[in-house]
């Protein structure tokens, strides 16, 4: 069947600026780092790639390292794009990364010239692309060089490999030394990645001020803490299909303490009074900081997608929903 976007995908998502940047992200950004592997139902891939689509999603997250096994999500994602998406890329922000265990041996690791260029063109085989619109260094590598790790990103925008480039998973401290370097060598330095939701508010800390002081975007990944702050454990519930059920990833059922259950309970009826579901207070809440462009979710099925964008519609959360939900996370 061949796949048309729906006429009325541009309705009502917001798209704000990447920073000071002149690139728009839509507010909701979807990754594939899970349920996008070689053993996932491609129907369900397009499934849920569709509806992103379809409901204003532009922009599409992936890693060299997404699979299972390493390599798969751009490989289903290449396939998608040459079935159905090919004919909206210029719609459309593809994304992808390198910094993780990739290939054996010294070069298929961290933030090398070396590594970083070959990945590129690895993933960019695997899509069926000629460039990607950003291209992220995965994570800081304490062993080579700072100006190395950024002449390569330099270089792969001048290569027409990437049009824009961004950083994950640096602190505030080397963020701005990333951006002083990016800034010497006129590259289009315009994104951060980092891990942010109600557990986790260590970027609050370091990192959000320096990401407004240079004018770069933020991208919140694991906004949802990958599950845990939606309906799907409430309860004391593990559902079969859940992540933290599953055999593949990092969330684990010892991760649902009964201290955790007792805030996400206690954050749900917060939800509930504000007539959202937990995970759309959770995304409202990430959403209120000024750095945030994009709330960055992962989903097993479409209608976590269309939840996600019914989060970013609503009203921003009210002064006292954010205050009852600080209330709740000092009680941890
Ligand atoms: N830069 C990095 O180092 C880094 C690291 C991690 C992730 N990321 C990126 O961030 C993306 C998102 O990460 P994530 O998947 O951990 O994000 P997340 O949005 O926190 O978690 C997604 C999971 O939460 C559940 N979920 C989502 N919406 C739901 C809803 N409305 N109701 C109930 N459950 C819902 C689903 O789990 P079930 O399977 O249980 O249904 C879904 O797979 C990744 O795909 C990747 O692109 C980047």
């Not at 006429?7 to 798209?15: D, F, L, Q, V």
Request: net charge neutral; with cysteine; proline share 6%.
């Amino acid at each position: 069947m061949t796949y048309e976007a729906a006429a009325g995908r541009y309705g009502s998502m917001p798209y704000p600026h990447c920073g000071r940047s002149g690139l728009r992200l839509s507010a909701v950004s979807l990754g594939l780092w899970h349920n996008f592997g070689g053993a996932d139902e491609f129907d369900t891939q397009r499934r849920i790639v569709h509806t992103a689509f379809d409901h204003g999603i532009t922009c599409f997250d992936l890693a060299n390292n997404y699979g299972p096994p390493p390599g798969a999500a751009e490989d289903n994602f290449g396939r998608l794009l040459a079935r159905d998406l090919k004919p909206y890329r210029d719609e459309i922000v593809v994304c992808t990364k390198a910094g993780y265990t990739m290939w054996p041996g010294p070069y298929g690791d961290w933030g090398s010239r070396k590594y970083l260029v070959a990945s590129l063109d690895q993933s960019l085989k695997r899509m069926g692309l000629d460039y990607v619109d950003i291209f992220y260094h995965h994570r800081p590598d304490p062993a080579t060089p700072l100006e190395e790790t950024m002449a390569a990103l330099d270089w792969i925008v001048r290569s027409g490999r990437a049009l824009y480039v961004g950083i994950s998973n640096y602190n505030g401290e080397r963020t701005a030394a990333a951006a002083a370097e990016l800034r010497r060598l006129g590259t289009p330095f315009v994104i951060h990645q980092m891990r942010y939701n109600m557990l986790v508010r260590q970027p609050e800390m370091d990192l959000f001020p320096v990401l407004e002081r240079e004018g770069l975007g933020g991208i919140a990944f694991s906004p949802l803490a990958q599950g845990l702050l939606t309906d799907r454990y409430l309860g004391g519930a593990l559902p079969a299909d859940s992540r933290a059920a599953g055999k593949v990833g990092f969330l684990k059922p010892e991760h649902i303490t009964p201290e955790r259950l007792r805030i996400i309970e206690a954050l749900n009826e917060v939800a509930r009074t504000g007539g959202r579901t937990l995970a759309q207070l959770a995304l409202g809440w990430v959403r209120r900081q000024p750095a945030i462009a994009s709330v960055l979710i992962g989903a097993s099925r479409p209608q976590q997608v269309v939840d996600a964008v019914r989060a970013v519609e609503m009203a921003p959360l009210a002064g006292d929903e954010i205050a009852a939900v600080e209330a709740i996370l000092a009680s941890q």
